[in-house]
């Protein structure tokens, strides 16, 4: 074929692009139950946790004069800022779950509440500004259901350690009958040669 007629992107097999999909599929799903993926969302739980007590801090502060009312706009301006950042990093998290896991994600109670607590917090983050959004800091509340994830982060990282326990065990008590097994063959062996 001269290069005149020869494509300008070779053709791919649904085989290498479906596999290509499923190998990322199954790489992101598996970042998201590592402990290194369950305490990176801990980390940002913590920090967002972090930026709505110091945005109450500061309101307080401007209200009783102790911080200027332009410094104290400006300091919530800056941390409205990164709640949005905050927010748009869990999203990307839940787009990443439900990419990772499909619809199957869904099943469990906490992750659709979880997922409607975050997209509300977003929506909010995004649309809301001015007195839509004093009205809409009551919805804050429902940011610190984070700090419960943070604890159901911190039991899955338990359980993996439990499983990852149960196994070992598992694998000692396999050794340990097939060493009694021997140990009584063994035993047996003697035996008949001490008669002999």
Not at 25 to 51: E, P, Q, W
Request: proline letters at 1%.
């Amino acid at each position: 074929m001269d290069d005149s007629r020869r494509p300008l992107l070779r053709e791919s097999s649904p085989e290498r692009t479906d596999s290509t999909f499923s190998t990322a599929r199954r790489c992101t799903r598996r970042y998201l139950n590592s402990k290194f993926g369950h305490y990176a969302i801990l980390l940002l739980v913590c920090l967002d946790c972090s930026c709505i007590f110091g945005e109450f801090v500061i309101q307080i502060l401007t209200c009783e004069g102790r911080v200027s009312e332009s410094k104290g706009d400006v300091a919530q301006e800056a941390i409205g800022i990164v709640g949005l950042v905050f927010s748009c990093l869990f999203m990307l998290e839940l787009m990443a779950s439900i990419w990772a896991f499909g619809f199957q994600y869904f099943r469990s109670k906490f992750h659709c509440f979880d997922a409607t607590v975050i997209v509300a917090s977003f929506v909010i983050d995004v649309l809301l500004r001015g007195i839509l959004e004093e009205v809409a800091s009551l919805v804050i509340i429902l940011r610190l259901w984070r700090v419960i994830k943070i604890m159901e982060e911190l039991s899955v990282g338990a359980q993996e350690q439990t499983e990852a326990l149960r196994e070992r065990i598992e694998l000692l008590e396999h050794e340990k009958s097939q060493m009694e097994i021997e140990l009584s063959a063994l035993k047996a062996n003697r035996t008949q040669e001490s008669y002999a």
